[in-house]
């Protein structure tokens, strides 16, 4: 299974602000996946990223709020865009490799 | 339609004994079906899954059930150790997309 890198692991950030959270993959995936989770909740998905083209946001996620880079087959960036607390969550990235889908550890995110 | 529901929500089980978590959906549509593992802190981990073509797997103490036409699937641990103590969420995919859409999950606790 594909190793996933996600960073930071953890951050406590001022509302209003942005962070800017990465995944970087060990081998070359076409499709990959953020989510959600708040605490003790389960698994939403927010967007899905393709190498050269556009994200493309479930239902409830905007790209003005969670905007999505994917420059590269091992790499993608999310944004989590004008914090409120409401945005404390985990968020994870997720790739679908031969293993099935592989999640990274998860950026802990606390908005005070 | 896009839903997968997931009982019980929380579940107490004294080691050695059988842990059984299950999952139901309703569209027909989905072609893979994988349970994850998640501890406190970690990202979820994929523990085992299954395509509609095989009524049952077994990997180690973990086994699914997968009912077709009932559009029901269950996770059974055998001989539950205290070290299986986890969040387990169900999912699923398909449909048009490569989306997996979780259950809500199940905090499983083995006691000594």
């Known amino acids: 299974s594909a190793v996933i890198s996600q960073k930071p692991s953890r951050d406590i950030c001022q509302r209003g602000t942005s962070l800017t959270i990465q995944c970087q993959v060990d081998?070359?995936?076409?499709?990959m996946f953020w989510y959600r989770q708040q605490p003790g909740q389960s698994l939403t998905l927010i967007a899905t990223?393709?190498?050269?083209?556009?994200?493309?946001?479930e239902s409830g996620f905007v790209i003005d709020k969670f905007p999505i880079s994917r420059p590269n087959l091992t790499f993608s960036t999310l944004t989590v865009s004008n914090m409120s607390p409401e945005d404390s969550s985990i968020y994870l990235c997720?790739?679908?490799?031969?293993?099935?889908?592989?999640f990274g550890s998860g950026t802990r995110l606390t908005v005070v | 339609q896009q839903q997968v529901k997931q009982s019980p929500q929380s579940l107490i089980v004294q080691k050695g004994g059988i842990s059984i978590i299950n999952c139901a959906y309703e569209?027909?549509?989905?072609?893979?079906f994988p349970w994850y593992q998640q501890f406190p802190g970690k990202g979820p981990a994929l523990l085992i899954a299954?395509?509609?073509?095989?009524s049952e797997k077994k990997e180690g103490r973990f086994t699914i059930s997968f009912n077709k036409s009932a559009k029901q699937f269950s996770l059974h641990i055998m001989d539950s150790q205290p070290g299986d103590s986890a969040t387990y969420f169900c999912?699923?995919?398909?449909?048009?997309?490569?989306?997996?859409?979780f259950g809500t999950g199940t905090l499983l606790a083995v006691q000594p």
């Open positions: 997720s790739v679908e490799d031969a293993g099935g889908y592989t």
């Open positions: 081998s070359q995936v076409t499709m």
């Open positions: 990223a393709n190498q050269g083209s556009e994200a493309t946001y």
């Open positions: 569209n027909t549509a989905f072609d893979y």
């Open positions: 299954i395509r509609p073509d095989v």
């Open positions: 999912a699923a995919r398909g449909g048009a997309t490569n989306k997996l859409i």
